[in-house]
């Protein structure tokens, strides 16, 4: 698909890529699309074994994703969806808190799943989200 613009932000996101062969994110018309962030250092990939933080470092990762796509970040965010290695009361709240802290102004459509696996031994959440971003 030449036609669609894609993005992989520098260090973790272009790593991803060339290992693995998917982009941190696509623009299609006035839509950014990005790919489950998980909680990794976006320098080091280096994952946090704490719930909490994970989730923290996910939400500032799909914050670093959009605006590697020319968006403006959470403020543009209309559907999330979380993928989470236990779906439990800790993430969940995690999860809402993160929504207060990075949209404070509106609330999303949202879907979470609980899974087995994610995309690394010691991933427990992954965060995509779709957000509107018109030019």
Not at 27 to 39: K, M
Not at 63 to 83: E, H, I, T
Not at 99 to 111: A, L, R, V
């Amino acid at each position: 698909m030449s036609n669609l613009q894609y993005y992989a932000y520098p260090g973790e996101g272009e790593k991803k890529r060339d290992l693995y062969g998917y982009q941190q994110a696509v623009r299609v018309g006035d839509r950014i699309e990005c790919s489950g962030q998980g909680g990794w250092d976006t320098k080091t990939g280096a994952i946090t074994t704490d719930i909490k933080a994970q989730i923290e470092q996910a939400f500032s990762n799909v914050d670093l994703c959009l605006k590697d796509a020319g968006g403006k970040g959470w403020s543009q965010v209309f559907r999330v969806n979380s993928y989470h290695v236990p779906l439990n009361n800790e993430a969940l709240l995690a999860m809402k808190n993160g929504f207060e802290k990075w949209m404070p102004g509106h609330k999303p459509i949202w879907t979470t799943v609980g899974v087995q696996r994610l995309g690394e031994d010691d991933m427990r959440v992954e965060i995509e989200v779709v957000a509107y971003d018109p030019k």
